[in-house]
T-cell receptor, first 112, second 110 residues
Framework: KAGVTQTPRYLIKTRGQQVTLSCSPI?????VSWYQQTPGQGLQFLFEYFSETQRNKGNFPGRFSGRQFSNSRSEMNVSTLELGDSALYLC???????????FGEGSWLTVV | DAKTTQPNSMESNEEEPVHLPCNHSTISGTDYIHWYRQLPSQGPEYVIH???SNVNNRMASLAIAEDRKSSTLILHRATLRDAAVYYCIPSGGGADGLTFGKGTHLIIQP
């Protein structure tokens, strides 16, 4: 079974630009969640989608948004990029029930 | 979210058992105890989870205290590949995001 796939793996953006990251969950998984990992703040929950609906959201500004498509694939968007948005962005999928989420390898974003 | 306390780092020798402790004294009655690990330059990887009774899988064992205020992840025979940061996370799952603490950095000596 293919794992969680994230694209692109690496990208460099300039301050003020926007970025869209993509995530393909494990086949059959309907829940997709996103996390940000930085050296200073560690791993932080961004939001979770299930069947195209956002069910939960972490404590991030409105510049961070996401969506989920009918095939469960998900995208997250960060607008008006700031230097502090440089991070590893991780996508995880699950069947939406209690336990066991599976992470992708992440997208490394550098904002210059 | 339940607060967890884990040692910052632990060191063990290859092929020896490793016991990674976690205190979660404020865990709610319905929260599962999840363990994830993160190898360098990779996303976190699910290790094991449990609710009340001890659990075993091919990767590890999870021993949960009777009062559920603490748990121990047991790697029966550590290998160099087990060197990672290990996170203990109480969570109800579903829409709840996982709250990662700083975890325990496990160092394995050959």
């Amino acid at each position: 079974k293919a794992g969680v796939t994230q694209t692109p793996r690496y990208l460099i953006k300039t301050r003020g630009q926007q970025v869209t990251l993509s995530c393909s969950p494990i086949s059959g998984h309907r829940s997709v969640s996103w996390y940000q990992q930085t050296p200073g703040q560690g791993l932080q929950f961004l939001f979770e989608y299930f069947s195209e609906t956002q069910r939960n959201k972490g404590n991030f500004p409105g510049r961070f948004s996401g969506r989920q498509f009918s095939n469960s694939r998900s995208e997250m968007n960060v607008s008006t990029l700031e230097l502090g948005d440089s991070a590893l962005y991780l996508c995880a999928s699950s069947d939406g029930r209690v336990n066991t989420i599976y992470f992708g390898e992440g997208s490394w974003l550098t904002v210059v | 979210d339940a607060k967890t306390t884990q040692p910052n780092s632990m060191e063990s020798n290859e092929e020896e058992p490793v016991h990674l402790p976690c205190n979660h004294s404020t865990i709610s009655g319905t929260d599962y105890i999840h363990w994830y690990r993160q190898l360098p330059s990779q996303g976190p990887e699910y290790v094991i989870h449990g609710l009340t009774s001890n659990v075993n899988n091919r990767m590890a064992s999870l021993a949960i205290a009777e009062d559920r205020k603490s748990s121990t992840l047991i790697l029966h025979r550590a290998t160099l590949r087990d060197a990672a940061v290990y996170y203990c996370i109480p969570s109800g799952g579903g829409a709840d995001g996982l709250t990662f603490g700083k975890g325990t950095h496990l160092i394995i000596q050959p």
